[in-house]
C-alpha cells in the first residue's frame, strides 16, 4: 500500500463550487505540506501543517483553505473554485528534524483537478 | 526575492552521462534537494546536499556551492527510464520551506 494517498485522483468541476481534496498518511509523519503545479512552473507551496494544532499559509494561500483532522490527515479545500485553479495538486509529508536533518519531504500521486 | 533556475530541457543518447545544473537566490539556505518526476507522478526524491562537494549515490550524484549558489546532478550510464522532469528545491527559513526550481524535462534516446 502507498504510504501517502490522495483521493480524489482527478476531479472536474464548475466555476463557483466549494471543493475538498484529502490526503492520507501511514508514515507516522508529523509534517504535512499541499502544493500545486501548473506547466512551467515549479511546485508551490499553498499550507502547510507541523502538528495538529499548526497551520501555516505558503506562498499561495489566496482562496484555499485546509483541515488538519489527525496526525494522518490533512484535506485542502477550495472554497469557491475558479478556472485558474487548474492544477495538479500534491500533498507531502515528512519527519521533524532528525539526526541528520534532512527531512525529506514525500509526495503523494497528486490529483488533478480542472475547473471549467 | 527567491529565485532557482534550471534549463528548460535537455537531450541525452542511452548510456551517456549527461549534467544538470541549477543556480539558486534565495533568502536563507539550509539544503539543496534534487527529485525526480515521470510524467504525471509524483516527485520522488534523489538527492540532499547542504555542504558544500559532491555526494554520489549509484548513477546519481549531486554537487553544491553555497558561495556560488550552484548545484548540478550528474546522471551516469544513462537508462530510457531515466526520461523524466528533474526538480532542484532549496530549503530556506526555519520551517522546512521548500522554493522548486520549474523542473528540468530530460529526453533519453536510443
Known amino acids: 500500500d502507498a504510504d501517502v494517498t490522495q483521493t480524489p485522483r482527478n476531479r472536474i468541476t464548475k466555476t463557483g463550487k466549494r471543493i475538498m481534496l484529502e490526503c492520507s498518511q501511514t508514515k507516522g509523519h508529523d509534517r504535512m505540506y499541499w502544493y500545486r503545479q501548473d506547466p512551467g512552473l515549479g511546485l508551490r507551496l499553498i499550507y502547510y501543517?507541523?502538528?495538529?494544532?499548526?497551520?501555516n499559509k505558503g506562498e499561495i494561500s489566496d482562496g484555499y483553505s485546509v483541515s488538519r483532522q489527525a496526525q494522518a490527515k490533512f484535506s485542502l479545500s477550495l472554497e469557491s473554485a475558479i478556472p485558474n485553479q487548474t492544477a495538479l495538486y500534491f500533498c507531502?509529508?515528512?519527519?521533524?528534524?532528525?539526526?541528520?536533518?534532512?527531512?525529506?519531504?514525500?509526495f503523494g500521486p497528486g490529483t488533478r483537478l480542472t475547473v471549467l | 526575492g527567491q529565485n532557482i533556475d534550471q534549463p528548460t530541457e535537455m537531450t541525452a543518447t542511452e548510456g551517456a552521462i549527461v549534467q544538470i545544473n541549477c543556480t539558486y537566490q534565495?533568502?536563507?539556505?539550509?539544503?539543496l534537494f534534487w527529485y525526480q518526476q515521470h510524467a504525471g507522478e509524483a516527485p520522488t526524491f534523489l538527492s540532499y546536499?547542504?555542504?558544500?562537494g559532491l555526494e554520489e549515490k549509484g548513477r546519481f550524484s549531486s554537487f553544491l556551492s553555497r558561495s556560488k549558489g550552484y548545484s548540478y546532478l550528474l546522471l551516469k550510464e544513462l537508462q530510457m527510464k531515466d526520461s523524466a522532469s528533474y526538480l532542484c528545491?532549496?530549503?530556506?527559513?526555519?520551517?522546512?520551506?521548500?522554493?522548486f526550481g520549474a523542473g528540468t524535462r530530460l529526453a533519453v534516446h536510443p
Open positions: 501543517s507541523f502538528d495538529v494544532k499548526d497551520i
Open positions: 528545491a532549496v530549503r530556506w527559513g526555519g520551517y522546512n520551506k521548500l522554493i
Open positions: 507531502a509529508t515528512s519527519d521533524r528534524d532528525r539526526e541528520d536533518r534532512t527531512d525529506t519531504q514525500y
Open positions: 534565495t533568502s536563507g539556505f539550509n539544503g
Open positions: 546536499n547542504v555542504l558544500d
